[in-house]
């Protein structure tokens, strides 16, 4: 098997161009047989994902939790969950993942905590009116009695986002009641948040992954939305798009992250922070990264492009315009945990496998910074037919949402789920894979010319080697082509090769006898009419002079 050598360690921008993978931790790997991955399970495959050519790993949470929200409810910030493992098992892997010149991204869970966390119960206990209450947002209620809550405000997980305590005050939880929002304005839960940056930044962390980061401060008053709590069926977290919503995207966050970020920087090695954040406009978006805030922003839209040439332009387009404004590189994903995976996105089964295979290949011959989805490399789909007894994610119960179908734990190896998920002859994952899953497993892929696994590791190998992808800022140049195709090409240095990419997204194959030798494609090229054509549905990178 091919070894892709490891970029140099010290270069403090290495993520304007990184390939980042994400890793699931209760779905990665399983080392000690409970069904439930574990940090040791991922020390274990670290191989795998230097062999994969992945720059950096971004752990979702692993910290203390009642697991209530696959760990988005944090109890304790400075260590880790038992099921996890604990802090050894963590100075291992991350040990382990820089000897192999794998850097390593954790998640910063800062809009909430766990109502389990001491902050919390602290506040239950104290009453109304208490100092310990000011780290949240407690309320009285509207009504007569107070018996309705504070606001209009609705749970991006549905219902109202407000729950009422034994003593008659609401407190308030943009998700699940569990995840009690903190009070942002409160200068100890700005201090504690530093300090818990510096924690991890000690043991070696290369970055943050930050969850809800546009949603720390809430308007002053907390007023109400004003349109309902439904709008033509639409929960409010829809409207994120189309209006503003006063507990989202709100100016003062981003003082935050003027005080975090030379944090970071009086670390060595290029410490860097990622915002999960939603705005209403990439503008507003594009406020979160710069010199003195975050050095990135996830986009999103990129994620939400429908499966049309004009869709994916569009997207391109105003992120690489946004990066040049606030001079950092944009950072492409199709899939991640919260949402359903591409494959099945994009029309499922073999359509919906070419349809990812090529978008694969166009997200990653873009300028900038990539995040992978675990499994994308396996080509999985999303498993629809879980049993409902067994989905965990909060939101199914209270809106038949589930996000379990794209956590279902990895195949590695083997005929019978769960596909060497954990120890040999362990049977135990916490949710079950398809019987189809034994052709997509890392074994069944490993070395199958064609194989989805391989096409991204000759994709990742590619794009570290070639003077046309290397670079993060060099521009796309959009190159004429028939409707529905997208062709661009990127060139490093004037006499450096060019990179070219085409796209088919038409309804017919499309002519790319001009574009030089097929450095790699999702399907192979035909000939149609003595010249050669891209497939539809297909995506291939050319070298020319
Ligand atoms: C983010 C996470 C999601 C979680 C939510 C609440 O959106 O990605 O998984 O449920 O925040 O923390
Ligand atoms: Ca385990």
């Known amino acids: 098997m091919t070894q892709n050598t490891p970029r140099t360690t010290d270069d403090a921008t290495w993520w304007r161009s990184a390939v980042v993978y994400q890793v699931y931790v209760r779905s ?9 991955g574990d940090l040791r399970g991922i020390t274990q495959r670290l191989p795998y994902l230097r062999d994969l050519g992945v720059d950096a790993l971004w752990l979702t949470p692993f910290y203390t939790s009642p697991q209530i ?3 988005y409810d944090v109890a304790d910030y400075r260590d880790v969950d038992p099921i996890f493992g604990n802090l050894d098992d963590f100075d291992t892997m991350i040990g382990q993942a820089h000897s192999l010149g794998l850097r390593v991204i954790v998640d910063l869970v800062p809009n909430h905590t766990s109502s389990a966390h001491p902050w919390f119960t602290a506040a239950l206990a104290a009453g109304p009116g208490s100092a310990e209450r000011e780290r949240y947002l407690f309320r009285d209620g509207r009504g007569a009695d107070g018996e309705l809550p504070p606001n209009d405000w609705e749970s991006i997980f549905g219902g109202p986002a407000w729950t009422r305590v034994a003593d008659g005050q609401w407190y308030l939880h943009l998700f ?8 942002w304005r409160h200068p ?5 948040f530093e300090e818990i940056l510096r924690f991890w ?3 070696g962390v290369d970055g943050f992954r930050i969850d809800v980061a546009h949603g720390m401060i809430k308007e002053e008053g907390l007023p109400d939305v004003g349109f309902g709590m439904l709008i033509d069926g639409r929960r409010q977290s829809s409207m994120l798009g189309s209006g503003r919503l006063p507990y989202f995207d709100q100016d003062e966050v981003h003082d935050i992250y003027r005080a975090w970020r030379p944090i970071l920087d009086s670390y060595p090695g ?5 915002a999960e954040a939603w705005a209403e406009t990439p503008q507003r978006l594009a406020r979160y990264i710069g010199p003195d805030e975050l050095q990135q922003a996830f986009s999103f839209d990129f994620l939400d492009a429908t499966w049309e040439a004009g869709s994916f332009r569009k997207v391109i387009d105003t992120a690489l315009a946004e990066a040049t404004i606030v001079g950092a590189p944009t950072t492409w994903v199709l899939s991640n945990h919260d949402k359903q995976r591409h494959v099945t996105r994009y029309g499922d089964g073999e359509v919906g496998l070419r349809r990812a295979r090529a978008a694969a290949l166009l997200m990653l011959a873009l300028p900038g910074c990539t995040y992978l989805y675990q499994g994308e490399e396996l080509g999985l789909p999303e498993v629809l037919d879980l049993p409902d007894e067994l989905r965990q994610d909060p939101s199914f119960l209270r809106t038949g949402e589930s996000r379990d179908g794209c956590r279902v734990p990895l195949p590695w190896e083997g005929t019978e789920p769960p596909y060497g998920f954990g120890p040999a002859g362990c049977d135990k994952s916490w949710l079950p894979a398809p019987a189809s899953w034994a052709q997509l497993s ?4 490993t070395g199958v010319a064609g194989s989805t696994l391989e096409l991204y590791r000759s994709a990742l190998r590619i ?4 003077p046309g992808l290397a670079g993060s800022d060099d521009p796309v140049r959009w190159l004429d082509a028939a409707p529905g195709v997208l062709a661009f090409s990127r060139r490093a240095t004037p006499d450096a090769p060019e990179l070219v990419c085409v796209v088919n997204i038409s309804a017919a194959p499309a002519p790319v006898g001009g574009y030089g030798p097929v450095l790699l494609a999702s399907a192979p090229p035909t000939e149609v009419d003595g010249e050669i054509a891209l497939p539809v549905d297909a995506a291939a990178w050319f070298e020319r002079e």
Not at 28 to 36: K, L, R, S, T, V
Not at 188 to 192: D, F, I, L, T, Y
Not at 270 to 274: P, W
């Open 28 to 36: 990665f790997a399983d080392a000690n047989g409970d069904g439930i």
């Open 69 to 71: 929200d696959g760990g």
């Open 176 to 183: 699940d009641p569990a995840q009690p929002d903190l009070n």
């Open 188 to 192: 100890e839960v700005r201090a504690e």
């Open 201 to 203: 930044l000690d043991r």
């Open 270 to 274: 290029g410490r860097m922070a990622v």
């Open 442 to 445: 890392v074994a069944a892929q």
């Open 463 to 466: 794009r570290r080697a070639h």
